[in-house]
């Protein structure tokens, strides 16, 4: 850094000036000295920056931060039109599609820019996966004329195995194979060989309720419509697929409220991470104290504490998988009523079939275990055995139902379920098993039996 500049930097840090003067000072800055000064200022002396700063510089100053959102959403509407229009266009295109659908559309049409298509749908829409690796013809339009076209616009597109149709740029009309259009005389048009039975896809289809239907078809790539029925782009079965494992993954990693950036430094992992183990730490300490009481109802009774693990981890795998399953439900759509109070149903169904299986399994392996182990009468034997397997039951019917509930009940409120749920529902469910266990031993053994 130049002497001169350094003396420009800090004479800007120091002193209190107008808005034009402000950005004289500003603009004698160099790029490097611009940007390091950037990062200096509070959020409302940057918005004061984006405001006299020229577009041209706002633009380099997003392309070389790493945290372009963050400084973007500082500037008014008009301010990020007039920037986005002279961005680098794969940078600004990275840029658009962090914001909002709504936000990014109202930004893209003042922009007066092209960009691709997609940008203006929704991350969990079809419309955003899609490409222009299509072609799309007048089905009037003779064999030989389409060879023309053909090899004139499929340079650079890899995925033409079909041709989409059109009736006078109405609207989708149809489809043809390439290899029925070699099959056909160069004289005849294209709709004497087409197919108007074919699946398509609405731009604004949710990506996970399109992938129900896209396995039943063996197609390599479908249509996408938009609202009138015109033809915009196309998607393949593969980039479907993807896109689906990934929101699986990254729900799964959301679970354990780790967030989903693998670049995050230590700093950053640690203060995306830290507000939720503080919670839960307290959640914790909470449910260990309560755990400490509830045990001391079945003071003397030893073998029983060898058993609370095996309650706590039931209980917590069962409300785990039920968990996975509600919030995958939940993910990229819109459930009814009936369809929650369906989810819901199900899996306390499931709870309680799974604890009574699991639950007799576990009394026709513990009677005798604790039996000849304790060498105690076949009365305590069979009664604590009882317990055990009673807590299973009732401990994996109640985490089921807290599984399904808390999720839905987030969802509703506006939380994302997938970040919120995982560890609040591993906390609960220690609590669920100790209080159905220790709660089960003291009425049947201490108040029943006076053991």
């Given at each position: 850094?130049?002497?001169?500049?350094?003396?420009?930097?800090?004479?800007?840090?120091?002193?209190?000036?107008?808005?034009?003067?402000?950005?004289?000072?500003?603009?004698?800055?160099?790029?490097?000295?611009?940007?390091?000064?950037?990062?200096?200022?509070?959020?409302?002396?940057?918005?004061?920056?984006?405001?006299?700063?020229?577009?041209?510089?706002?633009?380099?100053?997003?392309?070389?931060?790493?945290?372009?959102?963050?400084?973007?959403?500082?500037?008014?509407?008009?301010?990020?039109?007039?920037?986005?229009?002279?961005?680098?266009?794969?940078?600004?295109?990275?840029?658009?599609?962090?914001?909002?659908?709504?936000?990014?559309?109202?930004?893209?049409?003042?922009?007066?820019?092209?960009?691709?298509?997609?940008?203006?749908?929704?991350?969990?829409?079809?419309?955003?996966?899609?490409?222009?690796?299509?072609?799309?013809?007048?089905?009037?339009?003779?064999?030989?004329?389409?060879?023309?076209?053909?090899?004139?616009?499929?340079?650079?597109?890899?995925?033409?195995?079909?041709?989409?149709?059109?009736?006078?740029?109405?609207?989708?009309?149809?489809?043809?194979?390439?290899?029925?259009?070699?099959?056909?005389?160069?004289?005849?048009?294209?709709?004497?060989?087409?197919?108007?039975?074919?699946?398509?896809?609405?731009?604004?289809?949710?990506?996970?309720?399109?992938?129900?239907?896209?396995?039943?078809?063996?197609?390599?790539?479908?249509?996408?419509?938009?609202?009138?029925?015109?033809?915009?782009?196309?998607?393949?079965?593969?980039?479907?697929?993807?896109?689906?494992?990934?929101?699986?993954?990254?729900?799964?990693?959301?679970?354990?409220?780790?967030?989903?950036?693998?670049?995050?430094?230590?700093?950053?992992?640690?203060?995306?991470?830290l507000p939720w183990l503080f919670i839960l730490l307290g959640?914790?300490?909470?449910?260990?104290?309560?755990?400490?009481?509830?045990?001391?109802?079945?003071?003397?009774?030893?073998?029983?504490?060898?058993?609370?693990?095996?309650?706590?981890?039931?209980?917590?795998?069962?409300?785990?998988?039920?968990?996975?399953?509600?919030?995958?439900?939940?993910?990229?759509?819109?459930?009814?009523?009936?369809?929650?109070?369906?989810?819901?149903?199900?899996?306390?169904?499931?709870?309680?079939?799974?604890?009574?299986?699991?639950?007799?399994?576990?009394?026709?392996?513990?009677?005798?275990?604790?039996?000849?182990?304790?060498?105690?009468?076949?009365?305590?034997?069979?009664?604590?055995?009882?317990?055990?397997?009673?807590?299973?039951?009732?401990?994996?019917?109640?985490?089921?139902?807290?599984?399904?509930?808390?999720?839905?009940?987030?969802?509703?409120?506006?939380?994302?379920?997938?970040?919120?749920?995982?560890?609040?529902?591993?906390?609960?469910?220690?609590?669920?098993?100790?209080?159905?266990?220790?709660?089960?031993?003291?009425?049947?053994?201490?108040?029943?039996?006076?053991?």
């Open positions: 850094m130049r002497k001169n500049d350094k003396e420009q930097l800090e004479a800007v840090k120091k002193t209190i000036i107008s808005p034009l003067a402000f950005k004289n000072e500003l603009n004698k800055l160099s790029k490097e000295d611009l940007f390091i000064k950037i990062s200096s200022l509070d959020r409302e002396d940057r918005e004061k920056a984006w405001s006299v700063l020229s577009d041209k510089k706002c633009a380099e100053i997003l392309e070389a931060s790493g945290t372009p959102l963050e400084w973007f959403q500082e500037m008014s509407t008009k301010k990020e039109s007039s920037v986005i229009s002279i961005m680098d266009e794969e940078k600004a295109t990275a840029l658009l599609s962090l914001l909002d659908k709504d936000k990014r559309i109202i930004i893209l049409e003042l922009s007066g820019r092209e960009f691709q298509k997609r940008l203006r749908y929704s991350s969990d829409e079809v419309g955003s996966i899609m490409s222009d690796d299509f072609i799309l013809l007048d089905k009037n339009t003779t064999v030989e004329d389409a060879f023309k076209r053909i090899q004139k616009e499929a340079e650079g597109k890899d995925n033409i195995r079909t041709v989409f149709l059109t009736e006078k740029g109405e609207g989708l009309y149809g489809e043809v194979d390439l290899l029925d259009i070699l099959r056909t005389p160069g004289d005849e048009i294209l709709s004497s060989v087409s197919t108007t039975s074919f699946p398509y896809v609405s731009a604004q289809a949710k990506l996970s309720n399109t992938l129900e239907w896209i396995k039943d078809y063996n197609l390599s790539s479908f249509p996408v419509i938009d609202e009138e029925g015109r033809v915009i782009g196309a998607v393949t079965r593969k980039s479907l697929m993807d896109t689906v494992e990934r929101e699986m993954e990254e729900d799964y990693r959301k679970l354990a409220s780790v967030g989903v950036d693998d670049n995050l430094g230590v700093i950053s992992s640690m203060k995306a991470r959640l914790g300490i909470l449910v260990s104290s309560m755990i400490g009481v509830l045990s001391s109802l079945a003071f003397g009774l030893v073998m029983v504490f060898s058993f609370q693990s095996l309650i706590l981890d039931m209980t917590g795998n069962s409300g785990t998988q039920t968990l996975a399953v509600a919030v995958r439900a939940l993910s990229g759509r819109e459930l009814s009523g009936k369809e929650k109070f369906t989810i819901l149903k199900k899996e306390m169904t499931t709870g309680l079939f799974s604890g009574l299986i699991l639950g007799f399994g576990a009394f026709l392996v513990l009677f005798p275990y604790i039996m000849f182990a304790s060498k105690t009468g076949a009365l305590y034997s069979l009664s604590l055995a009882f317990c055990i397997a009673l807590a299973l039951l009732v401990a994996m019917v109640i985490s089921n139902t807290i599984g399904a509930v808390i999720p839905i009940v987030m969802d509703k409120i506006g939380v994302d379920p997938a970040v919120a749920s995982g560890p609040l529902i591993t906390t609960l469910n220690d609590l669920i098993g100790a209080v159905s266990y220790y709660t089960l031993v003291f009425l049947i053994l201490k108040s029943m039996l006076h053991f």
